[in-house]
């Protein structure tokens, strides 16, 4: 069965900290990635995405992620946080050409203390 | 301009009623979808329409209804809410040269079924 899964749940780090958080899929096909991001009481906003090319993909707000297509994985990560990334991340997959049919993982919690 | 709106954005109600949401959007796109976040954060999608055909159902119960007047427009209607349809319904669309992943969210609307 298709799935996204991401590693943490739950973490919290100090403001520079560096930030990495896992996700790993399992799709029999070519696929799309998609990092999202909820910040407290708003919507989903994409952060980056991954179609084809470069596997190392540069978002919004100094995100970055690679997509490591043996392992399965697209970890996303900033090399130093702000209190204002506290927010929910989301990874996200569908097969390529699909009608938008995003899996999304369970989200990662990130709190970033001052 | 907010690109994907929906209304209402909160909705407290009693089990057994019916509610509808409605959601709009501006960005031209041809794809809508429904998606629900459960309390644990979960989203799931629910529905998707393309130029007001339906073409994404994941086993939602048939007391959901899905109707797109228009490529701009779909809103859910729900039947006989229970309890456990309390979530948190988010609208979405894409363009079709995102290849369906790249959605916009509506700032989604928070159900409350007492």
């Known amino acids: 069965a298709q799935s996204v899964s991401q590693h943490n749940h739950h973490v919290i780090l100090s403001e520079a900290a560096s930030l990495e958080l896992g996700c790993n899929y399992s799709y029999g096909g070519t696929v799309n990635l998609f990092w999202y991001v909820q910040y407290p009481g708003q919507h989903l906003q994409l952060l980056l995405k991954y179609f084809s090319g470069d596997p190392l993909v540069k978002g919004i707000k100094g995100f970055e992620a690679e997509f490591i297509k043996s392992k399965f994985s697209f970890n996303l990560r900033k090399p130093s946080v702000q209190w204002s990334d506290t927010a929910e991340y989301f990874c996200a997959v569908n097969e390529r050409d699909s009608w938008g049919k995003l899996q999304f993982g369970a989200g990662t919690q990130v709190v970033v203390t001052p | 301009d907010t690109a994907v709106s929906q209304t209402p954005k909160y909705l407290v109600t009693q089990m057994g009623n019916d509610k509808s949401i409605k959601c709009e959007q501006n960005l031209g796109h041809d794809t809508m979808y429904w998606y629900k976040q459960d309390s644990k954060k979960f989203l799931k999608i629910m529905f998707s329409?393309?130029?007001?055909?339906?073409?994404i159902n994941e086993t939602v119960p048939n007391r959901f209804s899905p109707k797109s007047p228009d490529k701009a427009h779909l809103n859910l209607h729900i039947n006989s809410l229970e309890l456990g349809d309390s979530a948190v319904y988010f609208c979405a669309s894409s363009a079709p040269e995102t290849r369906g992943g790249e959605l916009f969210f509506g700032e989604g609307s928070r159900l409350t079924v007492l």
């Open positions: 329409y393309n130029n007001k055909e339906l073409i």
